[in-house]
């Protein structure tokens, strides 16, 4: 399993926590420092969809002018954004060992992943 995220971000540390507490053997993956995989995030997008894996939340969307904010309307659109910025990315985006992908921290849920 790997989880992909920036390491000072507040909700990926509280994953890797909460995994890490469980014994759940995983990898991280740091996008500031390894980037973004283009391929990962192709799929990312098609299982989760554009809307989920964009954090329109973030301080990252929010910085962007109107403009920007404006060109981001489809999946093609938001991976262009989304590879220029990743910190735009919600996170975590975890790849389970099934072949999963979940985007952000859902303890309840991942717990059921769990068993």
């Known amino acids: 399993m790997t989880l992909y995220g ?4 507040d909700t990926v540390k509280k994953a890797r926590a909460w995994l890490t507490e469980r014994g759940v053997d995983h990898t991280f993956h740091d996008f ?13 997008l098609a299982a989760a969809g554009w809307d989920k894996v964009l954090n329109r939340q973030g301080t990252t969307w929010r ?3 109107a403009a920007a ?3 981001v309307h489809d999946a093609a659109s938001a991976a262009e954004l989304l590879m ?7 996170r975590p985006v975890v ?7 979940t985007v952000g921290f859902a303890p309840d849920a991942w717990q059921q992943r769990l068993g």
């Open 32 to 44: 500031k420092k390894q980037g973004v995989p283009p391929e990962h995030l192709a799929r990312w």
């Open 84 to 90: 220029q910025q990743p910190s735009a990315i919600k």
């Open 63 to 65: 910085k962007l002018d």
């Open 69 to 71: 904010q404006a060109a």
């Open 6 to 9: 920036i390491p000072n971000c």
């Open 95 to 101: 790849e389970w060992g099934d072949g999963a992908i």
